[in-house]
């Protein structure tokens, strides 16, 4: 369930360029994870979550760890302040994730 949820965590930052247009790329990233935990319902969920939890911009550089999980674990062995920051962002937001859509 971890796992599913930090790979949800992930699709949830695709939501980062048009407002309107990208509004249901974590949905989608989500459904699409191939996982058995992915309901619409859940990923509905942790759109809603990442939209409250994360800026945009947070959003679309978390979207790259979707696809590519070593560029988050790269941020979060990194010294600087911005990328510290974020990751703090990115764990609130999975505690969230995990505590609201479950």
């Known amino acids: 369930m971890k796992q599913f949820l930090l790979i949800a965590i992930w699709a949830a930052s695709l939501m ?4 309107v247009a990208d509004a249901a790329q974590i949905k989608q990233a989500c459904l699409a994870s191939d996982r058995s935990a992915a309901t619409r319902d859940r990923c509905s969920c942790i759109q809603r979550v990442a939209n409250q939890a994360l800026t945009r911009s947070d959003q679309k550089t978390v979207a790259k760890w979707f696809t590519d999980p070593h560029q ?7 010294q ?3 990328d510290d920051a974020l990751w703090d962002r990115y764990r609130a937001f999975g505690q969230m994730a995990q505590a609201i859509c479950s």
């Open 72 to 78: 988050a674990q790269e941020l979060k062995m990194s």
């Open 16 to 19: 980062a360029v048009a407002p």
């Open 80 to 82: 600087t302040a911005r």
